[in-house]
């Protein structure tokens, strides 16, 4: 029988004792606390852990002393149902009673050194209890020595060792009971064995190790109050301890020995090298033997008006990312333009009276507005129209023509009769083939997503006319995708082992892919685009799917000559391409095969991040109908740029559709910005400011620093992690943790009694002060990528340049001791709810607008009372329970008691709106799991 | 002597008791005045001391039935054990919380894939009590999810069908065959 | 619910009778059994016809055979199947556990055994089939804890008594893995009480065991007709009977695909000084008093041939001439591999209704031939046979009456006989 175990494990003293008392050979063998996870069993693993002869495992302390007692037991005994049952209630009352309030305390006060862990009273409550019951028996067992003192006796025997700090005159009993038991040779060898004679901190590793994987003790069990289920002999301490421990305090995160030395070198290491940004200059060149990332996000068309969907599908996911790889150092390039080309520009301009060019240059402008007031960093930001394209397209072209990769075919086409032009896909709309959706596009059907030839569309009309297209034949050349599949698959295979894609995109080629690939038609009869070089084509230009994602290619060459280093260049150059899903197979299926098959040692796609749907409200943006934000719109409604950054992000679509909601928005910008990284940020910037005149003052780090530290560098190797990987989402929640642990480190460590007490508390509240100031740095690059603005906001306040924008894979003191800061300032400014329904009004469209506008007469008569009447919301909040309470009790109809409920956490949504907290963290507490019947 | 139970409104030790078929001899029901929540079951022995503890009652329960629900061995008393402690404190405290709960039904799962009982080869109190508190949650489970825990739904079908056990719980449906998979 | 169960020890058809009695407390008492010969008792046949084992016989003296039928006696209501579906459930996976799956764990099990051959086409089929039956079981037992409603059936029982030999013998761990779902299911019913008291401790097997070619020589000695002739004759004789025995352990196997090798007791005996075929020549073409019978007296050797006077035990069903008639025919007819080493006279006496057969049978060695192979023990139960001294007067005359068909016969009237030659 073997027994696995970390060093100075507090449980090892039950069962040594256990198996000293029993006489059972039993080898203890010491692993490393991290190698518990080879032991695999429902629960939470943690040692130590039995393994019987027979390959059995026994992971809870007390059913291994049981087990160790018993096989002492002889066969002829018959237990006494009485004894045991004495026995059992002391051990039940150990488990689930003692223990959990006896590591907490174990944990903090040996662990952290903390002098008061908050836990004390309960235990000297629990220990009284206890100290009744030996007042009639000797033992706990009863008359004679048995489990149950084996247990409690490994359980107490912490308390009792010199320097342990704890003392209480009332458990006479239990202290002359614990001697007794330290007088028997099987209680002192256990003990000696455990401790290794270092005393308290023996335990010390093992306490730590154990409650960074431990169910947090004083959470979960007791935040659920009035739990029915019976928890055996327990005072009603149990209630109590809630409203006891603040929610923040309670839930510190335990980080391990290794982790916490790590951190402290880095730190260390960090306040002597600090950190220098590298600017790169123009023309931005791969660097040989460097990261040289090349990100391009998809082309805006540049005749639509860009919605927030377009912004956070593309040019603000690739910007989020771009910021971060400047961040690392890494040689980054970020390029993206307008795709121009397309009967949709010759449309336009016809109806406008202008020239396509025209009509291009007016609405390149417009797009590049937007974006420069999202402040999206392009190292270039450039269009399709141009003579590079031409070129580049050209080339392409002729060298699938030379390696036999085009076929020839006679198309038809629909041209409608009236307008006397080939219907581009665009303009054609009818029933689509497949699926028979009514408002399939000429080239694409919304609905089943797959692609279409316009003549295969059932009842096709003009959609500039609305006249019915007829068909007609027309020579042109077909890209042969079946050929070059083979080729395809093995470089999807290759890139989507090696780089990340994310999982739609995966999904969709390998759709794509097993579908079967067919020749793709890339010429149109149409005059606005690039035109085909090729005798008996030129009449014709490229279709537009061809010819933009060259557009990359070609905007790259009007930012630099020597575009081929990074586009012809697979070796040295990463190339990452951001999209919406709609965009995936043209990324990864069509455009690639056109560089495999032209075969100039193009730079493929090595990772792809494509988001899914952003829809609006409950509806899908739509520019014709007027729903949704577009282009300007945001600036217009006076909230900082930096915010809707923000809240796009934190909605992006990576893995499944989301919805813009104003409602949200606004919220989302109360609490998470206003009350949780702005507080943070603020609070501890102004105690500085206050308190020690500006300076950040010096850091002597103690356990508990140490730990903050450590679980800061925790977060942020996830940050890292998460962004490399693209998952901005993710990244952004990160952060968010980081001031979240932030605030609880200078709550719990309360500088603002420290700072009026003795001059080691000073010092000690300069400590924490000091962390966290230097925290609020470290914050100030992570959110750069997403909110570029507030970051400069808080280095300025911090009175440093952006010479330190780097992101260093450790968490250091950029701000020295001494540095002076400049004069604090709220981050972020508190929106009004009220704005929600009026800016939804106003973006949500022609026929919601009417609707709006008779909400807005009612919403303003509400909101004033809700407004300025706190009172009414709380009364109208009793009202509407009681109203649940009554409904419940009557067992009524689940809708009608779901919407009742509906209607109170609404009400009690608004109330803490009104009060300035969070509406989402209202309903965790006083959640009652129904008893079972 | 008999020895008197106050079940106090725990139904587990309820249906335990009528399971178990303890002759009036040795066991008498009492009920307190008093409701109170939070005390749990208790025992008061022949012997005049006062017992609490479901755990504690349970395994009583058990040894003075003619079941034999705590294993034949040592080792079978501890995993019974065991099982009591994890339903105390980790499961208690999941099937408070929506999120947890769902990631303990899958460790189950996952060790019932190889075992028909809890421990060893025999129904045992282990599997009694797991049955009564995780009975709301699997009543609420969706066809899809009690597919894919598919052997925690074979075992938790076996122990309800056992005489006895499922007293007058409702009885949670299970597909014999796949409908998503 | 009591009775006799007749089985040799370690019959794994008896098991699945012994566990299934376990469960409902049906009490069997198991007599001292000796397989080839308690079975073979002419008291035996009569209850049991075809000899086989396992054999039970209830308390009230009914008689029931066919492992499956007597585990359904013994059974209880609950190991039944409660509802004509769980009846119907539980019979299908008694018929599976037999009919499929049985035949290719023998296949596989029983060259590991030294049982049979090796066969490699065969092994490799059996195990494929196995796989495939597995598979079947695995998906079945994915949502079920036991194959038949809640509790243990005789379904279970059944299957898990056909499986044991793979998973003891061949089954090593890589080959039961993807069967995690059966593994999960017969671990768990081995380790029930009720058969652990039958059968003990089941280890799993770590290897897979294979064609056991020593244990097989040993079983089923290679006869070299060349080589063992006159010397090895009385050695061979004595090791060939013994071997018997084993043989007929197969017969109880009746869905060994492949043939029992039906062995020549014969084989590599010495040629005799009485030569059979000279003698069936000169009966067949001379006439039988003056020339046929001297010469039977002149050159039979009653050393290597024995006498034996055959009377049929069930006159009273015989009836009309005829039928007697066809009654002999039919068992000149099973016994063709006898015609080399065998003769036989036999007589149908009497008249319609009633008859009588005898007759004399002339046989290579002492033994009654019938005896030495199963293949010839069809019709011989219904005779009773008596050795007789051709030394001895009476004997004598009663040999010379048979060849001649003409006598007293002891007080018989001679109807008409047959010729086995």
Redo the contacts between chains.
């Keep these: 029988m073997k027994l696995y175990s970390d060093r100075g494990n507090p449980h090892l003293l039950r069962i040594l004792a256990a198996k000293n008392l029993a006489g059972v050979p039993l080898t203890v063998q010491y692993i490393k606390y991290e190698d518990k996870s080879k032991f695999h069993y429902p629960g939470n693993s943690k040692l130590p852990v039995l393994e019987t002869e027979g390959g059995n495992l026994l992971h809870t302390p007390n059913s291994i002393c049981r087990y160790l007692l018993e096989l002492n037991r002889s066969s002829n005994e018959v237990p006494d149902p009485n004894k045991e049952a004495i026995i059992d209630q002391w051990v039940e009352w150990e488990s689930v009673s003692l223990q959990p309030v006896l590591f907490s305390h174990l944990v903090l006060s040996i662990g952290l050194g903390r002098g008061d862990s908050g836990h004390v009273e309960d235990l000297i409550n629990l220990l009284r209890h206890a100290d009744e019951a030996l007042s009639s028996h000797k033992f706990f067992s009863g008359d004679q020595l048995g489990l149950a003192d084996v247990v409690l006796w490994g359980s107490l025997h912490p308390l009792f060792i010199k320097d342990s700090g704890f003392s209480d005159p009332q458990i006479s009993n239990i202290t002359s009971w614990h001697d007794q038991l330290m007088s028997q040779d099987v209680f002192c060898k256990s003990a000696s064995e455990v401790t290794e004679s270092k005393g308290i901190s023996a335990f010390k590793d093992s306490l730590l190790a154990m409650s960074g994987t431990q169910a947090p003790p004083s959470s979960k069990p007791q935040e659920t109050k009035a739990k029915q289920s019976p928890k055996g002999p327990q005072p009603s301490q149990q209630e109590n301890r809630n409203g006891a421990l603040s929610e923040e305090a309670s839930q510190t995160k335990v980080c391990s020995k290794e982790e916490m030395d790590e951190a402290v070198k880095s730190w260390n290491n960090g306040s002597k090298n600090r950190p220098k940004t590298r600017r790169l200059v123009d023309p931005i060149l791969p660097i040989a033997g460097e990261k040289n990332i090349l990100i391009t996000s998809a082309l805006p068309y540049v005749n639509n008006v860009p919605h927030l969907g377009n912004i956070i599908g593309c040019v603000l996911s690739a910007d989020v990312f771009a910021r971060f790889c400047r961040l690392r150092q890494y040689n980054t390039l970020y390029i993206c333009g307008t795709d121009e080309y397309g009967t949709a520009t010759e449309t336009k301009a016809l109806e406008e009276g202008l020239t396509p060019q025209q009509i291009c240059d007016k609405y390149f402008k417009l797009h590049k507005e937007v974006y420069d007031w999202f402040k999206i960093k392009f190292d270039y930001f450039g269009r399709t129209t141009t003579q590079e394209q031409t070129e580049i397209a050209q080339d392409i072209f002729w060298r699938l023509h030379k390696k036999d990769h085009l076929v020839e075919d006679t198309l038809e086409q629909l041209q409608c009769v009236e307008c006397k032009r080939f219907l581009a896909d665009r303009f054609v709309e009818g029933f689509c083939p497949f699926c028979n959706y009514e408002d399939a596009r000429g080239d694409q059907c919304d609905a089943c997503g797959k692609l279409i030839n316009a003549i295969e569309l059932k009842k096709p009309r003009c959609k500039v006319c609305g006249g019915t297209p007829k068909v007609r034949s027309s020579k042109h050349l077909f890209l042969n995708l079946t050929k070059l599949e083979p080729s395809l698959q093995s470089w999807v295979d290759k890139s989507s082992s090696e780089g990340t894609w994310s999982a739609n995109a995966r999904h969709i080629t390998r759709a794509w892919v097993q579908e079967g690939l067919r020749p793709r038609c890339i010429t149109r009869d149409l005059k606005w685009g690039t035109p085909v070089p090729l005798e008996g084509y030129t009449d014709k230009v490229f279709y537009v799917w061809f010819d933009a994602p060259i557009g990359y290619l070609s905007i790259t060459a009007n930012y630099t000559k020597e575009w081929e280093k990074w586009w012809k260049n697979p070796q040295q150059v990463s190339l990452y391409q951001f999209m919406a899903k709609d965009n995936v197979p043209f990324h990864t299926v069509v455009f690639p095969c056109t560089l495999i098959g032209a075969d100039d040692n193009y730079s493929l796609l090595n990772s792809i991040s494509a988001t899914e749907y952003l829809n609006y409200e409950e509806d899908k943006f739509s520019k014709s109908r007027g729903v949704g934000v577009f282009g300007n719109d945001a600036a217009e409604t006076g909230i900082p740029a930096d915010i809707w950054r923000f809240y796009l992000l934190y909605v992006r679509p990576e893995n499944q559709d989301s919805a813009f909601s104003w409602t949200d928005f606004i919220t989302r910008n109360n609490s998470e910005l206003l009350n949780n990284f702005g507080n943070f940020v603020n609070r501890a910037l102004m105690f500085v400011h206050n308190n020690y005149g500006g300076a950040i003052p010096a850091m002597e780090l103690t356990e508990e620093d140490k730990n903050f530290i450590a679980l800061i560098n925790k977060e942020l190797k996830t940050y890292i992690d998460d962004l490399e990987k693209m998952r901005l989402r993710e990244g952004l929640k990160d952060v968010l943790n980081m001031s979240k642990y932030g605030n609880q480190y200078i709550q719990s460590n309360k500088p603002w009694v420290l700072v009026k007490g003795n001059e080691s508390e000073r010092s000690r509240a300069g400590t924490v002060l000091g962390v966290a100031s230097n925290l609020s740095w470290l914050l100030s690059v992570l959110i750069h990528p997403y909110m570029p603005s507030v970051s400069e906001d808080i280095q300025r306040q911090l009175q440093v340049t952006d010479e330190g924008n780097v992101v260093l894979d450790n968490f250091i003191p950029y701000l020295q001791p001494g540095h002076k800061i400049g004069t604090p300032k709220p981050l972020f400014e508190k929106i009004d709810l009220s704005l929600a329904d009026e800016l939804r009004a106003k973006y949500g469209g022609n026929k919601q607008k009417q609707q709006a506008a008779d909400d807005q007469s009612t919403n303003a008569t509400n909101e004033n009372t809700a407004d300025t009447d706190v009172a009414t919301l709380q009364v109208e909040i009793t009202k509407q329970g009681e109203k649940v309470r009554k409904l419940k009790t009557e067992k009524a109809e689940k809708e009608t008691v779901d919407a009742e409920v509906a209607t109170l956490l609404a009400l009690k949504k608004t109330l803490a709106v009104a009060e300035g907290k969070n509406p989402n963290e209202q309903d965790t507490k006083g959640k009652k799991k129904g008893k079972k019947k | 002597m008999a020895a008197v139970l106050c079940v106090n409104g725990c139904t587990e030790i309820e249906n335990l008791l009528s399971f178990c078929e303890i002759p009036r001899d040795r066991i008498r029901v009492e009920e307190a005045e008093e409701f109170l929540s939070h005390k749990g079951p208790s025992l008061t022995l022949s012997s005049g001391q006062t017992v609490t503890g479901v755990q504690t009652v349970a395994a009583y329960l058990s040894t003075i039935s003619k079941q034999k629900l705590l294993g034949s061995s040592a080792l079978e008393r501890a995993q019974v054990d065991q099982w009591l402690e994890y339903w105390q404190i980790q499961l208690e405290s999941y099937l408070n919380d929506g999120t947890l709960i769902k990631g303990a039904l899958r460790d189950l799962d996952k060790f019932l894939s190889r075992m028909v009982y809890l421990v060893s080869n025999q129904l045992s109190l282990a599997d009694i009590m797991l049955y009564y508190a995780l009975h709301p949650v699997m009543l609420e489970l969706s066809i899809q999810e009690k597919e894919q825990l598919v052997n925690l739904s074979r075992w938790f079908n076996q122990v309800q069908y056992y005489p006895g056990v499922r007293q007058y719980l409702p009885e949670v449906s299970f597909l014999r065959n796949m409908l998503y998979s | 619910m009591a009775g006799t169960l007749y089985t040799y020890p370690d019959n794994f058809r008896a098991y699945k009778i012994l566990i299934a009695a376990e469960y409902s407390g049906a009490k069997i008492t198991l007599p001292p059994f000796k397989l080839g010969e308690t079975n073979q008792t002419a008291e035996f046949l009569k209850k049991f016809p075809l000899g086989k084992v396992p054999a039970f016989e209830t308390q009230d003296g009914k008689c029931i055979y066919e492992s499956n039928a007597i585990a359904y006696y013994v059974s209880s209501d609950q190991l039944r199947g409660k509802s004509p579906l769980e009846g119907a459930l539980i019979q299908q996976y008694v018929n599976f556990a037999d009919q499929e799956l049985l035949p290719a764990v023998a296949t596989w099990v029983f060259p590991t055994l030294g049982l049979m051959q090796y066969n490699k086409q065969a092994t490799d089929k059996a195990m494929e089939d196995i796989k495939k039956f597995l598979t079947v079981l695995n998906n079945a037992l994915?949502?079920?804890?036991?194959l038949v409603?809640?509790?243990v059936t005789l379904a279970d029982i059944a299957l898990a008594c056909n499986l044991l030999m793979l998973y003891k013998q061949v089954m090593d761990p890589s080959f039961r893995a993807p069967f995690?779902n059966v593994?999960?299911?017969f671990?768990?019913i081995v380790?029930?009480p009720q058969f652990k008291k039958i059968l003990g401790d089941v280890k799993l097997c770590e290897a897979m065991a294979k064609f056991d070619a020593k244990k097989y020589a040993e079983l089923h000695p290679k006869t070299d007709e060349k080589k063992e002739k006159k010397a090895k004759a009385a050695k061979e004789e004595k090791p060939k009977q013994e071997k018997k025995q084993k043989p007929k352990k197969e017969e109880e196997e009746d869905d060994i695909p492949t043939e029992p090798k039906s062995k020549d007791p014969y084989a590599g005996l010495p040629k005799s000084s009485f030569d059979m075929d000279e003698f069936k020549r000169t009966f067949s073409n001379k006439d039988t008093a003056t020339v046929a019978i001297p010469y039977f007296w002149e050159h039979f050797n009653k050393e290597d041939y024995s006498v034996w006077l055959a009377e049929y035990l069930d006159d009273k069903d015989l009836k009309m001439i005829f039928m007697a008639c066809n009654l002999v025919g039919g068992m000149f007819q099973r016994i063709e591999k006898l015609r080399k080493t065998a003769f036989a006279s036999v007589g149908i006496f009497g008249v319609d209704n009633n008859a009588s057969i005898s007759g004399i049978w002339i046989c290579r060695t002492q033994e009654l031939c019938f005896n030495l192979n199963t293949d010839w023990n069809i019709d011989s139960p219904s005779y009773k046979f008596t050795k007789l001294d051709v030394d001895k007067a009476e004997h004598k005359k009663l040999i010379n009456e048979y060849l001649l068909w003409e006598g007293d016969f002891g007080g018989k009237t001679f109807n008409q006989g047959k010729i086995f030659k």
Excluded: Y
Aim: net charge positive; aromatic share 12%.
């Design positions: 994915l949502t079920r804890t036991f409603g809640e509790r995690s593994n999960r299911w671990l768990t380790n029930q």
